[in-house]
């Protein structure tokens, strides 16, 4: 008599769900990239000095570095699903020098300092290990804030800004400004 195990089965179905997803990977059509071109980010000069002196001029807060790699899944679906929204690229293009900067680019930049950094070697000067990763710079380009890991709410995304451009970031975390934030919402 033939003796079926839990191991034959599972073996048996992993089989079976590997070639039906051959099958349909086979026919379908090959990926193509159209994700749409987002111009929530400014075209970057490559001196941060320049975008500081500019914001002067424009009566912003500071600049919004968004560190990301072509391969993020979460930088895309920030792209996708925040930057694209109106409210948050009026009110971040109200207040911020909005820059990208690929963490795996050999393309260089002149810092504060007028040192000449890889964008790998600056977002390594930054600390920046994880993408999406967002640092905020004041004026005279001193780090005001950082935030790890993908926001996916827009009006969150609202919210960081307002955190940082109200002054917030000496007094309280950012998730007891939500929490303040969703309560007002909420009433």
Request: hydrophobic share 35%; charged share 20%.
């Amino acid at each position: 008599m033939l003796k079926i195990t839990p191991f034959k089965i599972r073996l048996t179905v992993a089989s079976l769900l590997f070639a039906y997803c051959s099958s349909v990977l086979a026919y379908s059509s090959s990926p193509t990239n159209n994700t749409p071109k987002h111009d929530f980010f400014h075209t970057f000069s490559g001196q941060l000095g320049t975008e500081l002196k500019q914001l002067k001029e424009d009566n912003k807060f500071g600049v919004m570095i968004f560190f990301s790699t072509s391969h993020c899944r979460f930088c895309r679906r920030m792209k996708e699903t925040v930057f694209n929204q109106p409210a948050v690229h009026a009110y971040f293009n109200s207040h911020f020098q909005l820059i990208e900067l690929d963490i795996e680019s050999d393309q260089q930049l002149t810092d504060v300092s007028g040192a000449t950094p890889s964008y790998i070697e600056y977002a390594k000067s930054n600390r920046v290990r994880l993408t999406p990763t967002i640092t905020f710079l004041d004026q005279r380009g001193e780090h005001v804030y950082r935030h790890v890991g993908m926001i996916a709410d827009p009006q969150e995304f609202i919210w960081l800004g307002e955190y940082v451009v109200s002054g917030q970031t000496r007094k309280q975390s950012f998730a007891t400004f939500k929490m303040n934030k969703r309560r007002k919402v909420s009433r």
